[in-house]
């Protein structure tokens, strides 16, 4: 039995490793696809300066990502032994910094997106967010590779 696993989430037949579970390959492609969504919403205010689909755009992206904490990320990382029964490791730490970096971005996100609703009319205000709104982005990215890492790490023999 390996620590590092979580066997009791899913069953050991993913789509690009047998090693990983379809729970954990649906969510990586999940992840991507936010990202790419994300994306398209900065693109969507840069480009086009679509201030209010940019908002739509980003809440939708910020839902769906609390979807997948909720459903796939927080059950898996309650179901992961490593975590405590060694907690030092690197897997325990990468994994363990993963979270935390993914609750923050969630808070972020919830907050740029809840303040931007009520006041969606006003894009002055919304222009006063633009540098807690890229460095949103930037964690996001960075979380998004730390997760990819995560993954690596716990489904593919290196």
Not at 36 to 65: D, P
Not at 88 to 97: E, K, Q, S
Request: aromatic fraction near 10%.
């Amino acid at each position: 039995m390996n620590i590092y696993s979580n066997e009791e989430w899913g069953s050991k037949t993913g789509l690009f490793n047998p090693n990983a579970t379809l729970t954990a390959d649906l969510n990586l492609l999940f992840q991507i696809a936010i990202i790419i969504f994300l994306v398209g919403g900065v693109s969507i205010v840069k480009v086009r300066r679509r201030f209010t689909k940019h908002g739509v755009v980003m809440g939708i992206a910020v839902s769906l990502n609390m979807v997948s904490m909720a459903v796939v990320m927080i059950p898996s990382l309650l179901g992961f032994r490593g975590l405590f029964l060694m907690p030092l490791t690197r897997p325990a730490l990468v994994v363990a910094i993963h979270a935390v970096m993914g609750i923050l971005v969630e808070i972020l996100g919830i907050w740029l997106v809840g303040t931007w609703i009520f006041r969606h009319h006003e894009i002055k205000a919304c222009a006063k967010k633009r540098r807690p709104m890229r460095v949103t982005v930037l964690l996001w990215l960075v979380e998004l590779f730390l997760g990819i890492y995560v993954y690596v790490m716990l489904y593919l023999p290196i």
